[in-house]
């Protein structure tokens, strides 16, 4: 697989082809109803130089007013729509969250981050995968609830074209805004996410993958929201949480050391 591309990469990609586009639709307008160049620079209050030079593609950048100005100018509205294009950038309180979640693995567990769901050209990518003695589950890392609806529709769509597992592990932050929103939407998430806590704890802290899929909330240090803070054995790691967290090793359970003191030959 190739080096994937910066996100400001793609996004400047797509303000050209956006801009591209408007400027071939506005000189078709701008002809379409017989308008001069110089008539639509005055109704857009730009100079004729300067919106030749835009209709031309010879300014890289222009204020998007100046866009929306001669899109009324000639006729048109401009309008821009948003679209899911894949898992947004992680920041340094979900990089916390995995390393915390990294934490409650027992021996001979094996985590992956970011893991693509295996789709030619598919954006969608699931925060982690982790393994163990029995089979493999997905994991997704919220660290502050938002839209429960729209969560589910998210989830529940990359389970369904997924085919390399059925189990999931939503992780979650134990704050307070978090615990608020699921004393109000848990059993919206029943059906997709029917396990607690402490089910998903014991599993992992025994080295296995939960039977069905299910709901951890974590408090920072990687001690359960349950109140299971006994320290799980080691589990194997693919990165170690040094690379998870952005300035220091986030601690694991209360009672263990960093994953770089823990790690088995």
Not at 67 to 84: E, N, Q
Not at 113 to 120: A, D, N, Q, S
Not at 126 to 149: K, N, P, T, Y
Request: charged share 30%; hydrophobic share 40%.
């Amino acid at each position: 697989m190739g080096v994937r591309e910066r996100r400001a990469d793609i996004g400047a990609r797509d303000a050209e082809r956006l801009l591209a586009d408007a400027r071939r639709e506005i000189r078709e307008a701008r002809q379409g109803a017989g308008l001069s160049q110089a008539a639509v620079a005055r109704a857009a209050g730009m100079s004729p130089a300067a919106y030749g030079r835009f209709e031309r593609g010879e300014t890289k950048r222009i204020p998007l007013a100046y866009v929306t100005s001669s899109a009324r100018a000639a006729g048109l509205k401009a309008s821009i729509r948003l679209f899911p294009a894949g898992a947004p950038v992680r920041d340094a309180g979900q990089l916390r969250l995995e390393a915390d979640f990294l934490g409650v693995l027992g021996d001979g567990m094996v985590f992956r981050p970011e893991v693509p769901l295996p789709i030619p050209g598919d954006p969608r990518a699931w925060d982690g995968m982790v393994s163990g003695h029995q089979g493999m589950a997905f994991v997704e890392c919220e660290v502050r609830l938002g839209d429960m609806q729209a969560l589910a529709r998210r989830v529940e769509l990359k389970l369904r074209d997924d085919p390399r597992g059925e189990v999931l592990i939503l992780v979650v932050r134990a704050s307070r805004h978090n615990r608020t929103v699921l004393a109000e939407h848990r059993e919206l998430l029943r059906p997709l996410l029917p396990l607690d806590s402490p089910a998903i704890l014991r599993a992992l802290r025994s080295g296995r993958v939960p039977p069905a899929s299910g709901l951890l909330v974590l408090r920072w240090r990687g001690a359960s929201d349950a109140g299971l803070s006994r320290p799980g054995p080691v589990a194997q790691r693919v990165r170690t949480r040094s690379d998870l967290t952005p300035s220091r090793s986030a601690a694991g359970p209360e009672g263990t050391r960093p994953a770089s003191d823990r790690r088995r030959p």
